[in-house]
């Protein structure tokens, strides 16, 4: 089993910065796939931003493109997500996630997931 926390969620305005932390703690998390997932208002679960185990692949979805940025500490058990330019359509729930064994972020076995931490982005 792998536990997930996240944290660094809060109120921002519209152009401004955050960076979310996601903590794994009961197994490692070196050799897995993790993502960041966010449920917007009115809106389906969608990815944010995923990264390989190893750091090396990431997918971003188009809409956070050139203003979001994933990465990770295996050393530390910890997933990173900064987040500039943010605007009021990114205000969510932003929710860490670890796949079940797959080490390439487009596997299918995402299992774990983080309670999230709400992002809220004010014009």
């Known amino acids: 089993q792998v536990q997930l926390v996240e944290s660094g969620g809060g109120l921002v305005q519209a152009g401004g910065s955050l960076r979310l932390s996601c903590a794994a703690s009961?197994?490692?998390?070196?050799?897995?796939?993790m993502g960041w997932f966010r449920h917007l208002p009115g809106k389906e679960r969608e990815v944010a931003a995923r990264?390989?185990?190893?750091?090396?692949?990431?997918d971003y979805a188009d809409s956070v493109k050139g203003r979001f940025t994933i990465s990770r500490d295996n050393a530390k058990n910890t997933v990173y997500l900064q987040m500039n330019s943010l605007k009021p359509e990114d205000t969510g729930v932003y929710i860490c996630?670890?796949?079940?064994?797959?080490?390439?972020?487009?596997?299918?076995?995402?299992?774990?997931w983080g309670q999230g931490t709400q992002v809220t982005v004010s014009s």
């Open positions: 996630a670890a796949t079940k064994a797959g080490r390439y972020y487009g596997s299918l076995d995402y299992a774990y």
């Open positions: 009961g197994r490692t998390i070196s050799s897995r796939a």
């Open positions: 990264i390989g185990w190893n750091g090396v692949s990431i």
